[in-house]
């Protein structure tokens, strides 16, 4: 089985960064696309970005076009989202997922991190 871990989270004030990390321990190479989702109180879990691993094609939602990025080390067993000019809007629970070869779903899931923005 594939375990995915987020580290990085915490609080920062609007207009700052914070850098996202996550792990995936055991059976990476099983793993084609990873991407990182959020939920915010309130609101539907909504694909922030996603990337495939093989070549590394990256997608983003349309609230973070331009201020976040996805990137993966170079073993291609970590993946980062590195956030700029974070908004209030942005504080959610992020959760990395990842997606099994030839498999429609995101099967595998990370327990969160927080991300708070304030003014």
């Known amino acids: 089985q594939v375990q995915l871990e987020e580290f990085g989270g915490g609080s920062v004030q609007a207009g700052g960064s914070l850098k996202l990390a996550c792990t995936a321990s055991?059976?990476?190479?099983?793993?084609?696309?990873k991407a990182w989702y959020r939920r915010a109180p309130g609101k539907e879990r909504e694909l922030v970005s996603s990337?495939?691993?093989?070549?590394?094609?990256?997608k983003y939602g349309n609230s973070v076009k331009g201020r976040f990025t996805i990137s993966q080390d170079y073993a291609k067993t970590v993946i980062y989202l590195e956030m700029n000019s974070l908004e209030n809007e942005d504080t959610a629970v992020y959760y990395c997922?990842?997606?099994?070869?030839?498999?429609?779903?995101?099967?595998?899931w990370g327990p969160g991190t927080q991300v708070t923005v304030s003014s």
């Open positions: 997922a990842a997606k099994r070869c030839g498999e429609p779903s995101f099967g595998y």
């Open positions: 055991r059976n990476n190479y099983l793993l084609c696309e």
């Open positions: 990337i495939i691993v093989s070549e590394g094609t990256r």
